[in-house]
């Protein structure tokens, strides 16, 4: 948790994973491999597409799948 740490500390953290990350961001930027939905954020959640039929039997009245 970042309110446990100095800010400057909290920030280098962040900077070292992505840049132990970039080769991978950068393929899944250029669409070289598939990008990995965490289904959390807003994005992930708004983008979600369909792979297959769904009956409308399955889905719940109170708002998803």
Do not use: W
């Amino acid at each position: 948790n970042h309110e446990e740490k100095p800010l400057d500390v909290f920030i280098s953290e962040q900077l070292n994973m992505v840049s132990n990350n970039i080769e991978r961001i950068k393929a899944v930027k250029n669409f070289e491999i598939p990008a990995v939905s965490c289904d959390i954020c807003d994005y992930c959640r708004n983008s979600r597409m369909l792979t297959e039929s769904v009956s409308y039997l399955d889905y719940e009245i109170n708002g998803g799948f």
